[in-house]
């Protein structure tokens, strides 16, 4: 069970068994002399004695705590913090040896440490540099084929997706890798004329409907065994083409992931992630409206610059001058932008089957939440908060603002984003993503032990995870 505690806070019971150990050592002594003794003290007496010792024992050691968290405890920690932050997400955290200058040779020992590693990790070597120059001219080169391509696991998911293809996607739901290619397509005149039982979809042409039933596509599919399949479709001429907004987009893990039993029994880096903002008329949950909203979604610990949600919302009243000077949304900027009953749907389809992320959440998901009755959207999804993910990692005594966050994981906000839903949901994706591996590093690797550690933080800010999330069954993409 101590095991599970703070430094800080064991070293504190330790102080206070000192404390209560004194006191009632002294009790027995002067109850000893007392009963052996033909003393004229009263019972009263004695006992105010006790009392008076026990207050100047307990500031006398509270005294002495305080000098010892300051100097000992709170530097343990800070080097122990600054040296997670190097050995799991490569962020040079300087120890200051000021701050531990009673802890003796630990604090040079490890900045030595912290330098030698940050030493051997500067420069990445030539061949990963020259993955990454490949890994662009391949992105670049597939995005200007006039051939829309989908390749799809054996599990029928998107793990890629070109730019042209992304298009296609987008007039039927938001492009999403990982979803099922039936949340797009009717793909029944496929299966149907598949010939081996052992094969999702059938080689060669086939015409399908979308998933609403409003198109027809041809589509080329052509196998890769056991990995799944490509997909080809005809360019969308129709469609404005911007490889820039819509770059290729993929993901390889996803050909040999395979997701098995509950939401709670997945590990961290399985988890697809929404991370979203929004900026409002004030700051009442009950009262107050969105005027911005915008996400980005994190997969296999990084930031998908494809798949990203970011509007205006018009809020159907005139935003408060005190609320524009935070954000700077005026009236004019969300004049021409849809009402709240267009956006939430939209969203809610970009987040299905997604952990949503924000920072302090039970503000963003409660505004989302009063929307539920309006919009017909259900906001049961799992949360993540990275106030908490914060306090888990850095103790709750440490600074947990967006600000003083990215300080720590050395992240930087431009003046002209911070305060604007798209640039506070892309810090806050980063700060997710330099956050999963510190936590992993403290034994946290599923969501469950994810869940059961913030919920240790209720005093600092309340948990929003329902019960049947800590008990979902196995997520579904299914619409």
Request: with cysteine.
């Amino acid at each position: 069970m101590l095991r599970s505690l703070s430094l800080r806070l064991r070293i504190f019971l330790f102080f206070c068994l000192l404390a209560v150990g004194a006191i009632a050592l002294a009790a027995v002594a002067l109850g000893f002399v007392w009963t052996r003794t033909d003393s004229e003290w009263t019972a009263s007496e004695l006992t105010t004695v006790i009392l008076l010792f026990g207050f100047l024992n307990t500031g006398l050691v509270l005294g002495i705590w305080l000098l010892f968290d300051e100097n000992v405890a709170r530097p343990i920690e800070g080097l122990s913090t600054s040296l997670r932050l190097r050995a799991h997400s490569g962020i040079e955290d300087s120890i200051k040896a000021q701050a531990a200058q009673y802890l003796g040779d630990l604090a040079p020992a490890a900045r030595a440490l912290s330098d030698a590693l940050a030493a051997s990790g500067d420069q990445p070597p030539e061949q990963t540099q020259r993955l990454l120059q490949d890994r662009e001219r391949l992105t670049a080169l597939l995005s200007e084929i006039p051939i829309a391509t989908i390749l799809v696991n054996a599990a029928g998911e998107i793990a890629l997706y070109d730019a042209q293809a992304g298009a296609i996607l987008s007039r039927i739901a938001a492009p999403r890798l990982g979803a099922p290619l039936s949340n797009y397509f009717d793909l029944t005149p496929a299966i149907g004329a598949c010939a081996r039982a052992n094969r999702r979809l059938a080689e060669g042409y086939v015409t399908v409907p979308d998933s609403n039933h409003a198109e027809t596509f041809n589509l080329q599919i052509k196998s890769l065994g056991a990995e799944g399949d490509v997909i080809f479709l005809d360019a969308d001429t129709r469609a404005e083409r911007d490889t820039q907004s819509r770059p290729l987009v993929f993901d390889f893990d996803l050909l040999d992931q395979k997701l098995e039993g509950t939401i709670t029994a997945r590990r961290l880096s399985e988890l697809n992630f929404v991370v979203f903002d929004t900026e409002t008329t004030g700051l009442s949950v009950a009262k107050d409206a969105i005027v911005e909203l915008a996400a980005a979604r994190v997969l296999n610990g990084r930031i998908l610059d494809g798949e990203v949600f970011e509007t205006y919302v018009n809020p159907g009243r005139p935003i408060p001058a005190a609320s524009t000077k935070i954000h700077g949304v005026r009236d004019a900027d969300v004049a021409q932008s849809p009402r709240i009953e267009e956006v939430i749907p939209a969203f809610h389809d970009f987040a299905q089957s997604a952990v949503l992320v924000a920072h302090n959440a039970p503000f963003d998901i409660g505004l989302l939440r009063q929307q539920e009755v309006q919009t017909g959207c259900s906001w049961d999804h799992p949360v993540v908060d990275t106030v908490l993910l914060s306090a888990v990692v850095f103790g709750i005594s440490a600074d947990h603002s967006l600000d003083a966050l990215c300080s720590r994981l050395s992240i930087e906000i431009p003046a002209r984003h911070r305060h604007t839903a798209k640039g506070d949901a892309r810090a806050t994706a980063e700060a997710l993503i330099r956050l999963l591996p510190l936590l992993q590093g403290k034994g946290i690797e599923t969501f469950g032990q994810l869940l059961n550690e913030t919920s240790k933080f209720g005093r600092l800010l309340r948990d929003i995870n329902s019960d049947h999330v800590r008990n979902a069954p196995e997520m579904s993409d299914s619409p």
